[in-house]
């Protein structure tokens, strides 16, 4: 069975800041994609950044990046200079043939940036 | 990515009416669609996926006589509520993806408050 697992359910930093969400996951597939998805206060999901796994290289889409360690089954997302836009509840999932082109689901981090 | 409305925004109505909500794509053709529901505070739980023309699949738990899904076209879906009752009341998402594709998008969800 596939699991994605965010342990930090709150997480709080100083606008300009730099704070990193950590992500881990698992799936017997060699072949799956990874994303971060962020919910603001609005509650519209946005895609914020998508992963191939078989893609050594880390995505990037401007401020935020990913560490995609596929050994240790670990996607943690990096936003640099953070905003107070970028204050929403981030969460990570997970695609594989096997869930039945379904996304699952990790439980969110809620990311407050703090003026 | 795709543009996705969904219709209404916040419905509030009595004990065991229906509700009817409806999920557009606005500039995709959406092979598949999925109905969420999601708690405060929590992260998304999926409830039924739907593909065009054919019927929906319910996720164990989802009482399809009381969710009813409709995917007539590329570009519409709707969840009706049937004999609505206050525990229904949540939040309620569409998504919608191609044929086979790793991405979702998702319309803006629906606030149902069932009195």
């Known amino acids: 069975a596939q699991t994605v697992t965010q342990s930090q359910p709150e997480m709080s930093v100083q606008e300009a800041e730099t704070v990193t969400l950590s992500c881990t996951y698992d799936?017997?597939?060699?072949?799956?994609?990874l994303f971060w998805y962020k919910q603001p206060p609005s509650r519209q999901m946005i895609l914020v950044i998508r992963?191939?796994?078989?893609k050594q290289q880390n995505a990037t889409e401007n401020r935020f990046s990913v560490n995609f360690q596929k050994a240790a089954k670990s996607f943690s997302l990096k936003i640099s200079d953070s905003q107070l836009g970028d204050t929403a509840m981030y969460f990570c999932?997970?695609?594989?043939?096997?869930?039945?082109?379904?996304?699952?689901w990790g439980a969110g981090t809620k990311l407050i940036i703090k003026p | 990515g795709a543009v996705v409305s969904q219709h209404p925004s916040r419905v509030i109505c009595k004990s065991g009416t229906s509700v009817k909500i409806e999920c557009r794509s606005l500039?995709?053709?959406?092979?598949?669609m999925f109905w969420y529901r999601q708690f405060p505070k929590q992260s998304l739980m999926l409830m039924a996926t739907?593909?065009?023309?054919?019927?929906?699949?319910?996720e164990q738990g989802v009482e399809k006589d009381k969710f009813l899904i409709n995917h007539a076209s590329l570009t519409l879906s709707t969840l009706t509520v049937t004999s609505a009752h206050p525990e229904d009341s949540s939040f309620y998402i569409c998504?919608?993806?191609?044929?086979?594709?790793?991405?979702?998008?998702f319309g803006p969800g629906t606030r149902l408050t069932v009195l």
């Open positions: 998504s919608l993806s191609a044929s086979g594709s790793d991405t979702q998008y």
């Open positions: 500039d995709f053709q959406a092979t598949t």
């Open positions: 739907s593909n065009e023309g054919s019927k929906a699949t319910y």
């Open positions: 799936t017997s597939e060699n072949n799956y994609y």
């Open positions: 992963q191939e796994a078989y």
């Open positions: 999932a997970l695609f594989t043939k096997d869930s039945n082109y379904q996304l699952i």
